[in-house]
């Protein structure tokens, strides 16, 4: 089910300090930086699955490669019967059918545009079951063995993402990988610890040329650990922004998992260019 969620929030979306405030008749307010507390509530509600097409707002500095203060995020949330998997695997056919499409649909723009900029050919994986999938510790062993001091208990870095791409394109001859397992505390708040480790997370990023294109992981819906949760990194639940949100899984919630792309990013890192 298509969605359009509220822009204007009464607390930061992501529960980082990235957010514009407004302020909105006396009254402290936020620009959305996603609508994932909308996607959850509605799979709370009943709905399978839901997805939004729409600008999102993050106050960090535009003056990079990776950065926007506003852009077009593809969201998209749904439950999931045995594993968080599920959801991973079906955004990854999703992917693929996205980058074949734009390399049949728009070959010649494409070509065009790596001619005036110098930019190689996206190596596309030919079916789904080649899109290498690595757990954190394996992308961070891979990087240590290059020659990177990096622990699997940090996030690692947009240089360091870079040289991972490499070396992946150099192991794999693809463009396109997925990081799954983060560790647990460099994600956000409602992201389901690991089954098996707790220190980790059932969470995934999507990687084009090295870059992240799509941030996911499978959704805290107990609403016991969500509170816990948001105790635990000092967010307060019971908040007047927060409050709607964690009573919706008071009722009862199916496991689910989602993920947003950046729409200017997947065109960015498809066609090559440097910002």
Known sequence: MKIDTPKLVGEPSEGGSEVFTVDYFGKKVYLAQSPQAYKQMLIAAGYERVFETAPVFRAENSNTSRHLTEYTSLDLEMEFENDYTEVMFLIRDLLLYILNGLRTRYQKQTERVRKEYKAPPF??????EDVPILSFAEGVKLLNEAGVSISEDEDINSTQEKLLGTIIQSK???????????????????????????????????????????????????????????????????????????????????????????AERVVLNWLGLGT
């Open 172 to 262: 794999y001859n693809t463009d396109f990988y997925i990081l799954k397992e983060y560790p647990l505390d460099v994600r956000a708040f409602y992201t389901m610890p690991s089954a098996t480790n707790p220190k980790f997370s059932h969470s995934y990023d999507f990687m084009m040329r090295g870059q992240e294109v799509l941030s996911g992981a499978q959704r805290i819906h107990d609403h016991d650990l969500l509170r816990e949760r948001m105790l635990h990194l000092g967010l307060e639940p019971d908040s007047l922004g927060f409050r709607d949100y964690v009573q919706a899984f008071g009722y009862g919630c199916p496991p689910h998992a989602g993920g947003a792309f950046g």
């Open 123 to 128: 190596k596309v994986p030919a079916k789904p």
